[in-house]
């Protein structure tokens, strides 16, 4: 964390409540790009964005500067937005026992542009936390441990994870739905 | 897990069709919901305040009454059976309006400062 946040943190604590509009300029986007991908409503993901900043202004004081800003707000963010999912009670779909596979085709798979469409549809029957973790780390190409701390896992824990989750995608492209 | 130049579909995959964007005057929005929840907590606050003082004072009153009240009213009868117990008004009330202006002095003061 810079330090110049260091010292806007604690302005705000000291009463300085309209120093926070710069971490809202610099990180609603960010924020935003993680929710918007769990809940596809424009007005929805806006409105838990603003729960999220609100939430974090609140707690700002319990903020310790062990990760990044950006980081800490991502993680309110992300957990925000799945409680709003939990109440809404939505389902995924589901592929526990995986059959047998070889990372050989999956790596195929997924380097086949013409699949892209595919790929795009068996992405969204993904569970709302899976989604998010191949996000952050194919797409934004975060770290394994800034993911660890956004999810609230074990980074080793992930890397596992995400192996499971290329299968189950690549089943999700095959049969279109777990059947 | 290793991330390779070999997802290329998945990272494609994973791309917005359309890009999204929150609206360019989403932080002042937030910020505008941010004070107005800081001033309700305040008069919250402000208001429980107000209660529990008036709360602690009553239970402090009733509890003096139940304690020592016969024996102040017994007293305050002696005092006032007395020829010259009149003669205590004047400075009481001077030290009351005393005590007053001090207490309003005070108030005006650390309500400039704070």
Redesign the interface.
């Known amino acids: 964390m810079q330090t110049d946040e260091k010292e806007l943190i604690a302005r705000i604590l000291d009463g300085h ?2 120093d ?2 710069y971490f ?2 610099r990180y ?2 960010e924020a ?2 993680i929710v ?1 991908r769990l809940v596809p409503q ?1 007005e929805d ?2 409105e838990l ?2 729960d999220a ?2 939430r974090a ?2 707690r700002l004081d319990t903020f310790e500067g062990r990760s990044t800003f950006s980081t800490w707000i991502c993680r309110i963010a992300y957990t925000t937005a799945i409680s709003w999912l939990r109440k809404r009670r939505m389902k995924y779909l589901s592929i526990d026992d995986q059959p047998k596979l070889t990372d050989t085709e999956v ?1 195929e ?5 013409s ?2 469409e595919e ?2 549809r068996a ?1 969204t029957l993904l569970k709302p936390d899976e989604q998010t973790l ?2 952050l ?3 934004d ?1 975060r770290p394994l441990n800034d993911i660890a701390y956004i999810l609230d896992a074990e980074p080793n824990t ?2 596992t994870r ?2 499971r989750i290329r299968r189950k ?1 690549y089943l999700l492209m095959k049969h279109g739905t777990n059947s | ?1 290793e ?1 390779t130049a ?10 917005p ?1 359309t890009p ?4 360019s005057n ?2 002042y ?3 505008r ?3 107005a ?2 001033h309700l907590e305040e008069s919250r606050q402000r208001k429980m305040a107000i209660v529990t003082t008036i709360l602690v004072s009553l239970a402090g009153g009733a509890a003096l009454l139940y304690f020592v009240g016969g024996t102040l009213w017994h007293t305050l009868l002696r005092i006032f059976e007395q020829p010259d117990a009149f003669a205590l008004i004047g400075p009481t009330l001077f030290c009351l309006l005393f005590f007053a202006l001090v207490n309003h002095w005070l108030s005006k003061h650390f309500a400039m400062t704070k």
Do not use: C
């Open positions: 409540a309209e926070y509009g809202l300029e609603s986007q935003f790009a918007v424009q993901a806006e964005v603003q900043f609100v202004f609140n790596d798979a997924f380097d086949d542009e699949r892209i790929l795009r992405i191949i996000t780390y194919y797409y190409n992930l890397a995400l192996h995608l | 897990m991330q070999k997802d290329r579909a998945l990272m494609k995959a994973l791309t069709e999204r964007q929150l609206p989403f932080p929005v937030t910020m919901r941010i004070k929840e800081q």
